[in-house]
């Protein structure tokens, strides 16, 4: 199988003849940018639909492309157990002890049968051991268990906060999100609320509007203190008393309150905050497939969960570049309950904004069932791939054939739907019908064996053993990369360092000048810090730099905005101490917010007006020499990181650009060789019209193998789209023929040698063009890329210096 492998190919298993039903030696290869336009897996339990949405999340890994998967089931931790030494001892772990038992053997002995039961598998699909390593290290795999702590938790603490500028700035979009938010709210909480008309909603999709429009984020604390004492006085036209009066508003409070006190919702406050960019990339940036289990939970709390999550997701998808290349990958495992046809569930609204808009900014969606009735078939529409099993009723094909109908008709392509309603009706175990709008017919093909071991849904026990590791892992602090220092409370970090000297600043009650604040020479700014209590004095700087590097293309103008401490000392001040401000200069006061505010002891420098004139001197000088900005050069993409861009986020948008790069090259190459391929094959057709007389079976038999073979490798290398399946079995049956009819064993034999050398021009053509590609994908896997690193110092006079100031900061 390495000859497909990073050629954006996804190894799902081989076709089925459709006549024999029989298992064919040409592999399905699906094109990995086909599932931008999403995906539909529908089968009954025992279809082997898990195997197949286990398959393609492999595939996906494999080729360096992200991947969150909802697992309602509890099956798709599954992923987890990959065990490249198909050994006794790797199974026996995680094997079924019940199954064991029945089995009349040990967990031991057990372990050691299935492992190499699936040595068995893995080699009848032409994998092994080698292929699962490539599996585990193409991608980070992490188990995520929102509500429990059993497997990695999530924390929903950042999934109320202010959505991103793009959002904010689409009136529809802001009041999608608002509306499910609140719906989802309302639902966890057990309050039975109509969106967009019941009170409670209006109520609650109002202050989520209002605060995000405002840039603030809400928590249920805060969202549950503003609901009793909401920071608006008119709900539409009416005054907030009459639209929902302060009894009534307080009823709800107590509602929401009783869900944030209940004693198992504080694990929905720990673990990793639900990040869409955490759950796609590691720290370090390298690929991840996040596997999130909600099959611990109740409906309510899976309905609250999954209308968070695809919010998250529409929020991250509007903040990407367009592509039309698979960047990431959405695989719900069980969709029925959250897009059903006539309901409208939180869930739907998301939905349905990621199937009609997800696929301009590369993000695929695949959804999951065994429930074919209870979907929204007008929505699946959207979707371009079916992957169909076998089916529970008559209704539930009915309503499948509905799904594939409207996909066709959306597509425009043809749509045979009594041919397909037959195919259905003959469906065996592992075997799926595939109809790809982006192809010319649909195909039956057997599921490969998958990598990972199906031992079926793993237990809360099973699930904390599993991800002990990555959850300690994950608790421990990330050291912070080079490119972005972690940030420090100013005032405690110089304390700690002892730059106010031996003791801790001294706190006095100062006078007031006329507009409040320690009184000082007119001749010196001071600014204040809003909200201090007790204040102790710094220096500010503001300046403008500029910087511009023609080679590399930059010209960029920053503000830097920073502190540093003042002392008594003989140097009273030194920039080199200087740590960036944790505020904006435009919050700055003149005069503190705060009467009954103290203040340390100011230095006497800082009391002097000509030290601010050296100050600036030197803030100058520093600025120039230190404020350099790094950034992060790829020499074989010749790709630039954007100023503030870290060594992470580069590497992400680097194998994004590198991916299409590779996907327009690789529909190159495969352009470039149909052409060879068809002209080839037509020399072969002509060849078979000079055969008179018909030869031994045997004969035309090894012929029709020969070029049978010949088609299946260029038909996988190639593509459906490339040369099409019926140029292909022509070529085959014109090959077929050679050794059927024929008179004289003189013309026999020419064309049989005829053939033979086309053959071997054929061999030695998908040589040629499985080196073409295999030389694509190798110039654009730029995962393992050492990056330069680049210094870019401030342009001669390009240090502005706007402010030097005494500053007031909060202790």
Known sequence: ??????????????????????????????????????????????????????????????????????????????????????????????VNPDEARRAGQTPEAFGAAEAARWAKGLAEWDQDGSRIERLRHAADFALFTPGSASGRPLSIVQSFGAPAAAIVNDPELLADRATTAATSVLTLA????????????????????????????????????????????????????????????????????????????????????????????????????????????????????????LNELVGWMRSQRGTS???????????????????????????????KQARAFGLGLTVATQNPVDLDYKALANCGTW???????????????????????????????????????????????LHNVHEKAPVLFETRWTMSYLRGPLGREEIRTLTAPQSAAAAAPAAAPASAPAQVPMVSAFAAEGRYGETSPKLARNSYASGGGPVLDSAIAQYFVPGGNAYVPMVLGVARISYSDAKLGLDETREVVVLTPITDGPVALDWEHAEPADFAVNDLLRAPDNASATFAALPAPAARARSYATWEKDFARWAAQSQSIELFKSPRAKLLSAPDESERDFRIRLGSDAREARDAGLAKVRERYAG??????????????????????????????????????????????????????????????????GREAQDVTRATENVAALTEQLNDLQAALETALQAVSAEWDLSAEPLERVLVKPKRGGVSVQLVALAWVSS
């Open 387 to 433: 992957m169909l099993g076998r089916l529970q009723t008559d209704r539930d094909k009915a309503r499948v054939l509905d799904g594939l109908e409207g996909a066709s008709g959306r597509a425009g392509t043809g749509f045979d739907r009594s041919g397909l309603d037959a195919l259905l009706s003959s469906l065996g175990k592992r075997v799926f019908l």
């Open 190 to 309: 057990g309050v039975n609320a109509e969106p967009l008309r019941s009170r409670e909603h209006v109520l609650l999709s109002t202050l989520f509007t209002e605060a995000w429009r405002a840039g603030a984020s809400l928590d249920l604390p805060a969202l549950i203190t503003q609901v009793q004492t909401p920071p608006l006085t008119r709900v539409g036209v009416l005054d907030l008393e009459s639209f929902y009066p302060a009894k009534d508003r307080f009823a709800l409070a107590m509602q929401l309150n009783q869900l944030l006190a209940a004693p198992g919702f504080g694990a929905w406050l720990q673990g990793e905050p639900l990040t869409i960019d955490r759950l796609f990339y590691t720290e370090q940036g390298r690929p991840r497939v996040s596997i999130i289990s909600i099959a611990h939970l109740d409906d309510q709390e899976r309905m609250f969960f999954v209308t968070l999550l």
């Open 325 to 355: 290349s698979l960047r990431a990958l959405v695989y719900f495992d069980e969709i029925a309950g959250f897009l059903p046809p006539v309901a409208n569930p939180p869930s739907k609204g998301p939905l349905l904004t990621l199937l």
């Open 1 to 94: 199988m390495t000859s497909y492998e990073k050629l954006g190919l996804f190894y799902l298993g081989r076709e089925i003849d459709t006549t024999s039903k029989a298992r064919l030696e040409a592999p399905l290869l699906y094109d990995s940018s086909d599932l931008v336009t999403h995906g539909v897996i529908a089968g009954m339990t025992g279809s082997g639909k898990t195997g197949l949405g286990i398959d393609l999340i492999e595939e996906a890994a494999i080729d360096g492309v992200p991947v969150i998967a909802i697992d309602p089931k509890g099956d798709l931790g599954n992923l987890l157990l990959t065990f490249p030494g198909l050994s006794g001892p790797e199974f026996a772990p995680w």
């Open 676 to 741: 060879k391929v068809a002209t080839l094959q037509d020399r072969i057709r002509r060849a078979e019209q000079t055969v008179q007389v018909q030869s031994e079976q045997a004969t035309g038999a090894k012929l029709s193998a020969a070029v049978s073979i010949g088609a299946t490798i260029f038909g996988a290398l190639l593509g459906r789209k490339a040369v099409s399946a019926s140029t292909l079995g022509r070529a085959t049956t014109a090959a077929r023929g050679m050794g059927k009819v």
